[in-house]
Structures are given as structure tokens and as C-alpha cells.
């Protein structure tokens, strides 16, 4: 079993940054793939960025390139996301999610989801 726990989200103005933090744990997170999907109000979840358990392989949506960098520090057992020049369309909880292999994340198969943090940016 895996547990994810996202942190670091909150309220930011358009233009701002923040770093979400997915803490992991279970001593079958070794080897994973990490991936943050965001679900806005009345939308599905959409993949947001992937990273493979050594961090040589990334993947990103369209919509973040050039925005947001994931990253992990696997001594910590955490992957982070930061997203900077944030948009109201970047709103969203934002979940991080795990699987044991990589596949570049997009087609959102997690084994392993975290509860969730809300990003919140205003115009």
C-alpha cells in the first residue's frame, strides 16, 4: 500500500506561484511513478504532470509547459510541483497519484490517490 498526502495548496493572485508537496509512504512507494491530475468545479480530472521514480522521464500537460516543473526527492519519500505564473484557469484541487511503473501519466490509471489540495487564483 501506498499513502499520499498533497500539501501547499491555497488562495494565490493571478501571476503568483505556489509548491504542492506530496508526501509518500508505505514501503511500496519505491519504484513508483508520482503524477499531479487537477479536477476543477464540474469538469473531470485532468492530468496535470508525471515523473518517473528516478525523475529521468517527465511528461506535462499543454497547458502547464513553460509554467510548472515536478520534481521528487526520493530521500524524502515526496514529489513536488511548482506551478508558477498561475492563471484562474489553473484553479483546481490538485491531487497527486502513484503507480509502479510510468507510462507518462496521461491516462490518469493511478493504483494510489492522495485526498487532494485546493488551488485557488484569482484574476
Known amino acids: 500500500q501506498v499513502q499520499l498526502v498533497e500539501s501547499g495548496g491555497g488562495l494565490v493572485q493571478a501571476g503568483g506561484s505556489l509548491r504542492l508537496s506530496c508526501a509518500a509512504s508505505?514501503?511500496?512507494?519505491?519504484?513508483?511513478?508520482v503524477g499531479w491530475v487537477r479536477q476543477a468545479p464540474g469538469k473531470e480530472r485532468e492530468f496535470v504532470a508525471a515523473?518517473?521514480?528516478?525523475?529521468?522521464?517527465?511528461n506535462y500537460a499543454e497547458s502547464v509547459k513553460g509554467r510548472f516543473t515536478i520534481s521528487r526527492d526520493n530521500l524524502k519519500n515526496t514529489v513536488y510541483l511548482q506551478m508558477d505564473s498561475l492563471e484562474p484557469e489553473d484553479t483546481a484541487v490538485y491531487y497527486c497519484?502513484?503507480?509502479?511503473?510510468?507510462?507518462?501519466?496521461?491516462?490518469?490509471?493511478?493504483?494510489?490517490w492522495g485526498q487532494g489540495t485546493q488551488v485557488t487564483v484569482s484574476s
Open positions: 497519484a502513484a503507480n509502479s511503473y510510468y507510462s507518462g501519466g496521461a491516462s490518469l490509471t493511478y493504483k494510489y
Open positions: 515523473i518517473s521514480w528516478s525523475g529521468g522521464s517527465l
Open positions: 508505505g514501503r511500496t512507494f519505491s519504484g513508483s511513478a
